[in-house]
């Protein structure tokens, strides 16, 4: 199945040009360094009160790049300004675990957000244009079918990994960004959050919502809406399309839909990062 490579593109672009503004970032001198150090030293001095209501308003609000979200314990944030990005938190040290009714609730807001709608039409016209999954067709029947596959998807995904399998398990859904250390560490981190998860008692625990969740939904969406074999008409005479509803098949989404995952859980490592960069530059303008 071809939709999901049309994704893992699609983020690998953008977590390669997510390395490169990461990498381009360049350390401070040693004096400015030095002078930052003593400019912070003297605000303190002046200041206690300010500081230490920040410090607090940190710990009442986790992540400083986005506000508190609708559902308690989440935030607001969005990748690239736009894809919901709700279950990732920045400084979040201890936080209240989510309960399964707040589970469900911030995985249906990010699921039917607005934005996504667009999205999966964008990811739906890439994959009409290279015809993946020819049994779907084309024209606009296909379009439609392409674009409800990609909404069911991501939909039915989103459930069993954020709110279905984290409520049986006791997980918690979310990502606790690292936030230091160098890219490498980061990334390493970032990429290990597949496998490894928080409970809801704040332990560690191997994450079975993600790769069980992932599973489930790539069987579900490989033996019920997607096209089985078929015979379409084509210039050259009767075209025959083979099944996409096989073992292998569903093993393949399966692998896919982790490596999606995973490209899109780095990105949103050093999101804050990129985020306050270009607010930077937009400051500075």
Known sequence: MKNLSVRILVISVITASFSAL?????????????????????AESKEPNSTSAQAQKSQNVPGTTSTQGK????SNDRLFYALPNFLSLENARQVPPLSAKQKFAVTARGSFDPVVFGWYGFLASLSQAEDSEPGFGQGATGYGKRYGAYFADGTIENFFTGAILPSVFHQDPRF???GHGSFFHRSGYAVSRIFVTRTDSGSEQFNYSEILGSAVSAAISTYSYHPRSTILSSPTGPRFIV???????????????????????????????????????????
Do not use: M
């Open 22 to 42: 990461c990498w381009s970032q360049e350390a401070p001198s040693p004096a400015a360094e030095t002078s930052s150090a003593q400019s912070a030293r003297q």
């Open 71 to 74: 559902v308690e314990g989440t």
């Open 176 to 178: 606790f960004q690292s």
């Open 243 to 285: 099944s996409d509803r096989t073992l292998a098949n569903t093993t393949s989404v399966w692998g896919s839909q982790v490596g999606y995952d995973t490209l899109t859980i780095v990105v949103k490592e050093f999101w804050p990062d990129i985020h306050r960069k270009l607010s930077k530059k937009h400051a500075k303008a």
